[in-house]
Structures are given as structure tokens and as C-alpha cells.
């Protein structure tokens, strides 16, 4: 009856049925790069919306466990833990991210999502002070686990 | 009561009470770096998972839309219209994105919400097949109304 | 910059910018088919998942509320009243709702994910005493406000 | 303490603790019937919001992942595959869905949930062009694995 | 390269990893405080909005489900079951929860957000009655399974 | 058509299409009960899970917006303005909020939600600690505006 069923060009969720549950793991990072002046409002707490790390942070948590609402063809994932770290530089702040499970597919996504999410929480909450603030070097850093084996960025 | 209520650091969602609704548009771009077997791939249609373009349309406007869920400090705004754009590039997929709308606030994070998550979706689509895309060069190109009035990239 | 902006087949939210707010109603139905022993069931609450109209229009009237987060190109809307309703036919249940809002764009669609929820819902709650039951006669039956006036359905 | 607990007519998510994990999958449809000229401006890509087959089945696929969102008993189930096809026949659109799992409980309803999106979706982009199109026939085709084991409508 | 990683008072979401799924269990309460007259109405049906037990309880069920949305460093939890039962006091209503997994951690939370959701939901619904009703007791009754065994409120 | 709209017991979303956009506040409140030495853990900022007042008060933030989605007969509401503030008390931590808006029908139930979600938040970040906390005191402390005007808890 599905004869259509793998048509060129139509999306579709891949099954997943004959993959094993392995430990999985990904790191992402995200970049946005800020004015000298921006980064001193963020180190003196000065930024009027109030403080960025922990904002994003709590969102880059909840949109990483909300991935498979927002990226179409994702699979909803039990995730195990999802870490997220800020280290700020000359001229910007350098997010992390990590997020592990137990299951089929991998996180890539999910780790992904956060540091992105973050970013945008970092650059609603900069805006008034900086409205040029580039997000860029949004990257997969690591994923292990699952039949593709270990990968990293270099 | 509220003694601690504009306490240095802490997050909170600004009274918009005293603006006016104004129109109000926003654009934004994100970039995302492909290599030349993945973008032919795309040319041919033949990235496994489906048609990368409306795809990741529907998920950057679904996401636009959700804006004030995944960004903690947003207002919820009544979005008169979202476009999304591709186009293809030598070493990569250019997006773009139109938001409007007629409110108190602007729809600055809507449009950057609608290309990030639409870059995410594209880089699900192809990350069989490329795990190192790079999303970069996310920005604000412009926006208008308001009292802060026109701004646009340079 | 929008080069591609109205590429034959490509998905948009259409603006609504130039639209004014009027009061809009809609009304939708939906009929789900059961067999005399379902329907049975549930005139003497027998149902063993509970009563099906009041988690069904509650169902219903929350859906409706998520419109514009289900069907891709909708707009969010300020809707002002929802209504769910029942009719016990001999052949199964008739459901109704009706949607009002004061805004640019009508509430037709949210007419219509109310009753195709609810009635997936009591599909839900009679799946285990009757698999094949049906759904079908899912239309809109009035709308009015707006720039096209009113619609009945004949 | 629970003295109401199994109250006549309680809605209440049923304990699927007792059951075991199994694949299972379902095939479910909707029919949407259209008017000739609409369908001809279907197969022309000629209904000004866009393709209506890729945002349509984008659309089914998130909501068919959000069924336990939407629905009140079911249960959040680790989807395996969705896949979402139609058919252009006659009188209208036949939409079709297939969902696996391998869990405690059945995917019959992600699969309706799938196609009655889909097809309200479509619904959507043509509305403007033809208000009265009705959905009808929707309808579980098909579900396997678990106890009560293989059924298929007939 | 997260070297800020286990930063005192950062929020992040723990490693269940080493954890293994055990059958757990948890159950809540709360309480909320109405005068004689709106318990009368409660008892005659004669809420203007409706039926108040019927669409809290439907509410807790779907909120229990977003545990994992709305409490920031909560998991996604396979829940099996989940009840919700009222018990009609002199001074007010007493709201009881309990909700089933077989997972990694535990549904203390899923089973508090159902009595809170469900005791906000009353609220809603009798405050053009009584806008001064108050929700106390909140508590976590009773949870077993995982390493930490059972507990019961004393 | 529908007869029974008006049905004694029937859940339904009032209309407020007569009532007119004024300025709207309220304010909310809830305790939390906590021994001593969970408030010096809280004070020394070593609570294992990270700091539990951004946590707790982006989600108290995230989850009043998001009013209309969990408490099933509420309206969206354009919300202008949200805060939530703690104050350290001897044996507990009391949480406020405030919400404003300019529409139809009031924040009450915003207010409520965020102080609520707040509070399980808090809970769910001190719980491996102390299992037996108490939400308590959960009330209306203020509201203004529209055709009922000024109340305020005595």
C-alpha cells in the first residue's frame, strides 16, 4: 500500500528497531562573539536582564530535552545527563556542551540544541547593549558510542 | 514585599506595559559550511533522509513561533507573517529569514530562532553523511520599527 | 537579498499585517462511527479508560489552544472562547465545537483540531472494546468575520 | 488512602508496567476529499502557501511524536520510525502512516495522530481556495505485536 | 576542556547512567483550603466553568507527563501509570497522586506536579467563587524502588 | 445545533469577547518548608544540583508563560512583565511573583503557575537532601484591573 514509501526527496524518521542500546555521548560548542564593553557589563553582573550563565544555561538544558519536538526527523531520547559550561575569551564567550544516554541513536542533535539555545539566550539577553553579536563555530566537538564508533572534530 | 525585586543578577522578563504596537520586522541569516560532496548531494537530491529545504523550513518556522517557550526572557508575540530562505552556495547553505509583526516588542529573536533552527535541520539531514558542518556567521541583519527605530547589519 | 522569497512551492506563513481584527467564530464537527456495543458502554459509563466526554473535550479544547504550534503555516492567535460538544447518535458520536476570537485571522483551523481531537481521544479511550471504529465527516460547518464574510456549510 | 481509586467513569492512564517490550507498529489512513480544481492546483504546485505534501508530512510527523502531549491516557512511547505517504486519487488525497516501536504499549495512536494532522494540514494550505473539503475515513489499517497480537481492517 | 565543569552552583542535569531500572513508585498530595459555600457549589455541580474534578484530573495527568519540560534538571521518564483521585474534606479538597515507571530514577516529581496542576486547576475554576482559596500540604506521600529504597512521609 | 452547550457540569473556555483590554496584575506567593540544614546548604550554595534560585526562577518564568497550555480552560494572554523573587525565611524560602498584562482577563493564574513551579523546582533541587519539604501558604496575594477590580489577600 506504501507504495511511495522511498520516494527521492521525502523526509522521513529512519527506523531505529534494529540498533542496539550502547552508551552514548556528544559535546557540542557554540561561539558568540562580543564587544570588549558587553563582556565587562557580563563580568561586573552589570547586563540589565540579569545574569547570563545561569539563564542559559537552564535554557540550553530544556531545549537539549526538547530536540525531538524542534528537528524534525529526531527520535525522542532518554537522555542520561546534559552538562553545560561557558568559558568567556578576549572577545566572547565559548559554550559546551555534553549530553549522554542508554539507547539506538545518538545525541549529536541534543548537544547541539543546547549549545545553540544557550547562545540565543546569551545574545536576547546582550541585545539592548549589542545588537551586532555573531553566534558562529557552532560545531559537533566528540560523539562516541553506537555502530559509527568514536568521532572527533579536528 | 517585593524587597529584592531589581537585585543585581537576577533574570527577569522587562515590563513591556508602556510600549506601543508598532510594525515591527526582522531578518537574520545563519550560514552553514558544507563540503562540495555534500552540497552535491543536496543539488541531487539525494541525501537520504529527504528534501533538506522544506524540511528545515517548517521546522524554522515551527521554531520561530515557540520562540518565548525556549528563550526564557521573550515575551509571547502575535507573529503576523515568517519567511524562509535559502541559497546555495559554493561551500555552503546560506538561510534567511522575515519575521513581522504589529506589537509592543520585536521579533529579533524570532527570526534568529527560525535560522538556527532551520541550520540544526539541515545539519541533521546531512550529518550521516558530513558530522563536521559548522553552523557560523548567525546574525541580526536588520530590523525596523519600534523606538529604538532601524538597524541594519554593516 | 530574498531572491527566493516566492518560489513556487515553497511553505510561508502568509502576513496578516494589512488585515484588521474583527470577530471571528467558527464552527467545526466530527463524526467517529461505533458499533451499538460501544456505544452502549458508554451510556452506562462502563468504559474502562472513564468517562469519555469530559476528558475528551478537555482534550479538545487544549489542542485547539496549540493550533498554531501543530499546523505548520498558522498564526498564534488570542482566542476568546472554546466550546466542545456531543451528540449520542444511533451510529456513534457526533462532536462539535466552536472557536471565537477578536483578531486578524479566523479560528477555523482551531474548530477543527478541536473535534479531530476529541475524537481521537475517544478513539483512544474505546481502541481496546472496538479497534475499527471511524472517523470521518470532519468539516467546517460556519465561519464568519473577516473580509470574506460568512461561510455555512450546505 | 486511595479509597476513589477505581471509580466509575475516572479517567486514568492505565499501568502498562505488567507488559512486556515487543516491536510493534501500525498503519493507519485519512482521506481528505477535494474538490477537481483544487487538485489540479495541487499537481500544478499552484496553492499559493506552498507545497502541501512536504509541510503536510513534516507536520504529521512532529504531532505523531507529541501524541502522548496531546492525548490524555496515552503514554510517552521511544518511537522507532514514522513514515508518512499519500496518494492522489480521484476525488482527494489518501494519506497513510506507519509507526514502530518497540515498547510495552501500541503505536496505534501516533499512527492516527500522524494522518489526521497531515491531513488538517492540508486543509490549511487549501482552505483558502476550497473551505468545504471534508476529512473522512480515517481509520487504523493495521497494527502487530503485543498480546492481543496482529490486526488488520477489513 | 570543561574545566569549570562541577562549579559550585551550577545547575546541571546528573548522570543516571550507573543506574539501573527498577520498578519505582511515588505518590503526592495536596490540599486546597475553600469555604463551605464553593464546596456546596463543587457538590451540586453548579461551578459556572464545569465539572472541577474531571478537568483537574485530566489536567495533573498531562502536566505529570511534561515533568521533564517545566522542572529544569528533571530526565524524561518512561511513566506506566499514572492516578489521580479527590477526596471532598469539610474545610476543602485533598488531591492524591501515584504514578509508575520502570526507570533509571524516580517520578517523585511527576507525582508532585499532578497534585499541584490538578490543585491549580480547581483554583481556576472557583476563583470568580472565592478568589482567597489556598493549596498547602504539598508533599510527597510515599516513593519506593531504586538504591535509596522506600520512603513515607511521617 | 448545539443543544447541550450550556450543559450543568460541562467544561468550556468562558467567552471574554465583551471584556476590554485594561491593565492587568497580580501577584502570587508560596512557601516552602525546609529544615535547617537544607537553608545552610541552600546559604553555602552547596546544594549538589547547582544554585536553586535562577534555576527555580527561570522555570517559574518559562512556566507561567506557558499558563494556557496546563491549566486546560485559561487564555493565551500576552504578557507584558514577569518577576519571581525569594525571600529566606527561618524555616523556608518564600516565593513571590508578579505578572502583568493589558488584555481581556487577568494573570492570576500566571502568577499562581509561576510561584508553583518555582517552589517544585526548588524541591526537586533539594530533595536528595531533604525528601519531606512542604509547599505551603500557596495563595493570591493581590490582583488589579478589569470589571472586578482591586483584591487583596487579608
Known sequence: MFTHLDDKGKAHMVDIGE????VREA???????????????IKDQSIPKGDIFSTSRVAGILAAKRTWELIPLTHPI??????????????GILIFSQVKTNFKTGVEMEALVAVNLAALTIYDMIKAVERGAI???VKLLYKSGGKSGTYEYT
Open 19 to 22: 540498533k542496539i542500546d550502547t
Open 27 to 41: 559535546k557540542a560548542q557554540a561561539f558568540i562573539r562580543l564587544s570588549e564593553k558587553t563582556l565587562n557589563m
Open 78 to 91: 532518554p537522555i542520561n545527563q546534559i552538562n553545560i559550561d561557558f568559558e568567556i575569551k578576549d572577545n
Open 135 to 137: 553566534i558562529e563555530d
